[in-house]
C-alpha cells in the first residue's frame, strides 16, 4: 500500500494514527483489513478453461444434462465475482465522489 493510499485513508477517517516522536504510528489490523478488503481488485483478470470440448466422434459418458448444469454453475460463480469487483469500484468512486464535495464546500 503506497504512502498516500495511506494518506487518502488517514484524512477521510478510515484509518487512525498517532505521532510519537516525529514518527507516525498506523494500527496493523486497520492496514490488513484495507488490504482484504481490496485484494479482489488487485486480482489480475486471467481467462481460464471452464469445460473442456469433448470430440465428436467419442461416445461421451456422462449426463449431458449434469454437464450443462455445471457449467451454468461455473458461469453464475464468475458472473458473482465480476458483480462483486464492480461494487467494490462504486465504493471507491463514491468515495471519492464525496471527497470532492467536501473540497469544493471549503473553496
Known amino acids: 500500500m503506497s504512502t498516500r493510499t495511506i494518506d487518502r485513508y488517514v484524512k477521510s477517517g478510515k484509518l487512525s494514527y498517532k505521532k510519537i516522536a516525529n514518527k507516525v504510528l498506523l494500527a496493523r489490523d486497520e492496514i490488513e483489513a484495507l488490504q482484504e478488503e481490496f485484494s479482489s481488485l488487485r486480482t489480475e483478470v486471467t481467462s481460464e478453461l ?58
Open 50 to 107: 471452464i469445460h473442456e470440448a469433448t470430440p465428436s466422434n467419442q461416445p461421451t459418458t456422462t449426463n449431458p444434462v449434469a454437464v450443462r448444469a455445471d457449467l451454468d454453475q461455473a458461469i453464475d460463480e464468475k458472473i458473482e465475482k465480476f458483480f462483486l469487483i464492480f461494487k467494490e469500484k462504486d465504493k471507491m468512486i463514491e468515495e471519492k465522489n464525496k471527497i470532492i464535495f467536501m473540497l469544493q464546500q471549503r473553496i
